[in-house]
């Protein structure tokens, strides 16, 4: 135990004194051949918030990017010898150097945004995971191919199985594994029109000229549904039928990130 405490006081330290560079390393998953929906809206998440800070992003690609991460989840950043992986932890290091997008909300606004970015976390994600590892048609003719397309048999069938094991038993953990497709997507459908009401005619989630950390997360998941073709479109169909959410995300695309769309069959 005072090992793991001096190991993590010098981490702390080391990391203090480490200066935000003008342009961040983001390491994720190879785009067109083998990244699957819910990690490719999680790295657009990320990419779009360190844009919106300002900060310089240089994407590099990797196949084992998830094995790389210190969390085994994608996105991770690099900044000299500090690494954070995924969108919370990556948003508190940023902060932390000094770079805020909510730091001019009130606390009562903050609570607001934070409740949201839940319920995003808690909906499209889940949803992702469900459509790309429970659902058996994109299961085995999109993720098993994409997922395990850059190691050799029969390692590309263990990981796949060792990946889905580890997704069913969050999707169980969370009461989500069984669920009915029909159910998935009311809760997305639910989602939507949560985000669509809170969003309304504003340009942004607060209200103001300039987005936030939500902004940034539902850009992340609405991009990622909607351009990604899979053998049944059902949560494309659902976020289809939200114009207000439509036109945010083509807002942030066209301002502030130019991804790239997901281009499987």
């Known amino acids: 135990m005072p090992s793991d405490l001096l190991e993590d006081t010098i981490a702390m330290e080391l990391e203090a004194k480490e200066e935000l560079p003008d342009t961040i390393a983001l390491y994720q998953p190879f785009v067109v ?9 999680n790295c657009l998440a990320v990419e779009a ?9 240089e994407i590099v690609s990797r196949h084992n990017a998830e094995y790389m991460s210190p969390t085994g989840r994608v996105p991770f950043i690099k900044c000299g010898s500090i690494i954070h992986s995924e969108f919370d932890r990556i948003v508190s290091f940023v902060e932390s150097k000094g770079k805020s997008l909510s730091g001019n909300l009130s606390s009562t606004c903050k609570a607001d945004m934070r409740a949201y970015m839940s319920l995003v976390n808690n909906v499209l994600l889940n949803a992702e995971l469900y459509i790309s590892w429970v659902d058996e048609d994109t299961l085995n003719h999109i993720t098993k191919v994409r997922h395990g397309s850059v190691y050799p048999w029969p390692l590309n069938h263990f990981l796949n199985w060792q990946k889905r094991k580890d997704v069913i038993k969050k999707l169980n953990v969370l009461s989500w594994y069984n669920k009915s497709i029909e159910e998935v997507c009311s809760e997305v ?10 969003l309304d005619r504003n340009e942004y989630f607060s209200g103001d000229k300039t987005p936030n950390e939500l902004d940034a997360l539902v850009f992340g998941h609405v991009f990622s549904i909607i351009t990604t073709n899979l053998p049944d479109n059902k949560l494309a169909n659902i976020v289809q039928k939200y114009t207000l959410l439509l036109e945010h995300c083509k807002r942030i695309e066209t301002s502030i990130c130019s991804p790239q769309a997901i281009g499987v069959k």
């Open 33 to 41: 051949e083998q990244i699957l929906l819910p990690d490719y809206a």
């Open 189 to 198: 459908e639910n989602c939507c029109k949560a985000l669509s009401e809170r």
């Open 49 to 57: 918030f360190l844009k919106m800070c300002g900060i310089g992003v």
